[in-house]
């Protein structure tokens, strides 16, 4: 307890291990506290069921950052697979591919309904919400009401389990932005015409982009590398280390961290700064003395998921990385096909392992359904999708995953700007970081982003960069660690000087 550590870092998911790996290769003490006894990675682990291995959620590895993209090559510098993107959606018994292709979508959806589609995007371009506000405005503004509810309206509520009314616009502007029905359409139609050729364009937005990269088993890889890289830097890590509390003494500008061990005991570890990636909504509720905020922390709320594994060998072969189920027959959101993510997944090299994915709330009749029972749901529904014959199967899992993705509500931007300030001002050394850690829904390169810089402010001594900043597709990001100096003049809240 003597021991004042320079950081400690919350968590070892992709913000928190790219935080702990930057702080180590600088010399700097820090020590990361993962709650799970087992696996590294947090969402982005990789967990296996009898030498099957399987990605919780599915995580492309493709960024326009190059320090990312230098970092997981320094991390795995062997080990990555460029593998083809192939996705579908499923809509009333009929597969689109996705991104769309024009002529197969307007075959599809007939000459009728294809026609009304384009009328409402004519429509809505003539006729905008003025001010979008919800997901359902943002989106009927891009691409009209017509197509909002064929391919977006069921998929999403699936996904976040309330009224697309309810979401916030936000989420829509980070998730999809610069993606229209006309850069669809005309993106559709070069995939039409090229006849085979995969070619992404220059410039292409994200939900476009027809190729990644990823580690031959799985994300969890990266994760692990991370970790003992880090380790061998002289950076610690401790797992199975629940943080209980965080007392602040602010005379002396040190925080006492609380933590319950996965076998019973308690710890106590002392530190200048915290970084943290658990959920911002349980790191205030440990902060003593209690925070003005506190009220606003707890109106934060998570979408949790379970994913079902099912294991067979079905009569053809599944040649998707993915689908996006939209049809609103079944409950399943999206399937995973993990041999086309990488063949090294798949312990026998010939059977199929799919991963049904179910959204759904910690607590409710999904999640805390028997593994039994969800098993026979996956099978049935997997078979009434095409996807596999449920007698095919032979084995199966379950995973479920809580906190996958905070909500973006309606008052969610209102919650964090009143707990953000009071971080700035009241507790300077605590920097959260990560998807969760901020309530940013960001991808995986992105949340390493908040990490690197983070831990690039606290070598400064300094808020050099400006780590709220990073989102879905701020250019800054976007140009790497050199423009994001260039974003912390704009920011509306100014970062504190780091001690």
Request: proline share 4%; net charge positive.
């Amino acid at each position: 307890m003597d021991e004042i550590i320079e950081t400690i870092v919350i968590g070892a998911g992709p913000a928190g291990l790219t935080g702990a790996y930057t702080l180590a290769k600088h010399g700097r003490d820090v020590l990361v506290l993962e709650q799970d006894e087992t696996y590294v990675g947090g969402i982005s682990r990789t967990a296996s069921h009898k030498g099957f291995l399987f990605d919780i959620g599915g995580h492309r590895f493709f960024s326009k950052s190059k320090e990312i993209v230098d970092l997981w090559n320094e991390l795995l510098p062997d080990d990555f697979l460029d593998r083809p993107r192939l996705s579908r959606i499923y809509y009333r018994e009929k597969f689109y591919a996705y991104p769309l292709k024009a002529f197969e979508a307007l075959k599809n959806l007939g000459v009728v309904e294809s026609a009304l589609c384009v009328a409402s995007y004519a429509y809505a371009k003539a006729f905008p919400v003025q001010e979008p506000r919800s997901f359902h405005q943002w989106v009927r503004n891009q691409f009209g009401e017509r197509l909002f509810g064929i391919f977006f309206k069921t998929y999403t509520e699936k996904v976040w389990g309330m009224s697309c009314d309810d979401i916030s616009a936000d989420w829509a502007a980070q998730r999809i932005k610069g993606l229209s029905l006309g850069a669809a359409v005309i993106d559709g139609l070069k995939r039409s015409l090229r006849r085979g050729k995969r070619v992404a364009s220059a410039g292409a937005a994200k939900t476009l982009i027809e190729s990644f990269r990823y580690p031959r088993r799985g994300p969890g890889m990266m994760w692990e590398a991370a970790a003992r890289k880090m380790q061998k830097l002289g950076g610690r890590l401790l797992m199975g280390r629940k943080v209980e509390a965080l007392a602040y003494d602010e005379s002396a500008r040190l925080w006492t961290v609380s933590v319950a061990c996965a076998d019973g005991t308690k710890e106590s570890h002392r530190a200048r700064h915290i970084l943290s990636s658990a959920p911002l909504r349980e790191v205030m509720n440990a902060i003593e003395p209690k925070p003005l905020s506190l009220f606003n922390a707890r109106a934060l709320s998570y979408r949790d998921f379970l994913t079902v594994v099912l294991i067979g060998r079905p009569q053809k072969e599944l040649p998707d990385n993915w689908v996006y189920i939209h049809d609103p027959s079944v409950k399943v959101g999206r399937v995973q096909n993990f041999k086309s993510w990488s063949p090294e997944m798949i312990a026998d090299g010939v059977s199929t392992c799919l991963g049904l994915e179910y959204f759904c709330f910690e607590g409710d009749g999904l999640w805390n359904a028997a593994d039994a029972d969800l098993v026979a749901l996956a099978k049935a529904e997997i078979g009434k999708i095409g996807l596999m014959n449920a007698a095919d199967v032979y084995d199966a899992c379950v995973v479920r995953q809580p906190k996958a993705y905070p909500v973006y509500d309606e008052s969610y931007a209102e919650n964090v700007k009143a707990v953000r300030l009071e971080i700035a001002t009241r507790f300077p050394t605590l920097h959260p970081i990560g998807r969760n850690g901020m309530h940013k829904y960001n991808n995986q390169d992105h949340a390493m982003m908040t990490g690197m810089l983070t831990a690039l402010n606290i070598v400064a001594g300094r808020a050099v960069y400006d780590v709220w900043g990073v989102n879905e597709d701020a250019e800054y990001t976007e140009q790497g660690v050199s423009g994001a100096q260039e974003a912390l003049a704009s920011e509306r809240l100014t970062p504190k000087r780091v001690a």
